[in-house]
């Protein structure tokens, strides 16, 4: 991405680190990443297991601080906020897609949407009001009141998407989104999570397929902690997913 792009950025990282654990046993996840992402940018992360694509994507979405480093989600410098602003904060702007979906078995697929609103203190009217909005711009409408075992796997996506970007959210956080769907079922994830991104979030999709990261506006690769931006041309992306070197 240039310099001169004018879209504002919503995420950044800068100078983040980050080590799990203490002394013999550490691991060093993340050295001393930078990283922007603007409004109507979706960026792919990829990288070889064990190199801190996870432990990135989840503190970009504060659900863990690095040792060192900020991380900015508009004004908000999410590592310098208590542990009840940053919930808030994740709740309202960031929306998160898991491989497994993660929804309520005992919640209808409106309410499963409604939710995160509803818990925001957002009243149950409106809440509802918002998780049809949702549900409808992934095609779900007419399954709103299906519970999530009564759902195929492609549609339980669906919800989860919807869920994601219920209210006001602008930042989704995918970690391998399509994993447990079939490839037509899959691309048709990547095109939701693409157009809500184009129609003003950020987005950050952790995948191991390159033809997934082409949805992307571009793609980080990550080995060993270290990113490397991939606004250049790689020569050889594939040598980047083969094994790290341990730590
Ligand atoms: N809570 C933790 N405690 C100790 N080490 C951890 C913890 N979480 C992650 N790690 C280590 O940090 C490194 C990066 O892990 P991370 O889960 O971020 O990698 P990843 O690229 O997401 O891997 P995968 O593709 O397998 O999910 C690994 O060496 C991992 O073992």
Do not use: C
Request: proline content about 4%; cysteine-free; hydrophobic content about 40%.
């Amino acid at each position: 991405m240039s310099a001169a792009d004018p879209r504002p950025v919503l995420l950044s990282l800068r100078g983040v680190s980050r080590v799990h654990g203490s002394g013999a046993t550490a691991v060093r996840a993340l050295r001393g990443v930078d990283l922007d992402v603007r409004i109507g940018e979706l960026v792919a992360i990829m990288g070889a297991s064990g190199s801190g694509k996870s432990t990135l994507l989840n503190i970009a979405g504060g659900l863990d601080t690095p040792t060192e480093g900020t991380v900015n989600l508009g004004r908000h410098d999410i590592a310098s906020l208590d542990q009840k602003a940053r919930a808030r904060l994740r709740r309202r702007s960031i929306g998160y897609v898991f491989q497994d979906f993660n929804l309520i078995p005992a919640l209808t697929g409106l309410e499963n949407v409604s939710l995160p609103r509803e818990l925001d203190g957002v009243p149950l009217r409106t809440a509802r009001k918002e998780a049809r909005t949702a549900l409808d711009e992934v095609g779900m409408a007419d399954l709103a009141d299906r519970f999530p075992d009564e759902m195929s796997g492609g549609q339980r996506q669906r919800v989860a998407i919807a869920r994601a970007f219920v209210g006001p959210r602008r930042l989704v956080l995918a970690d391998e989104p399509t994993g447990a769907l079939d490839s037509a079922t899959g691309e048709d994830v990547l095109r939701l999570l693409r157009a809500r991104v184009d129609a003003g979030a950020g987005g950050l999709l952790v995948t191991h397929e390159a033809r997934h990261a082409a949805w992307a506006d571009r793609t980080i690769f990550i080995r060993d902690g270290v990113v490397i931006d991939s606004t250049g041309e790689l020569a050889e992306p594939e040598s980047l997913l083969s094994a790290t070197d341990g730590h």
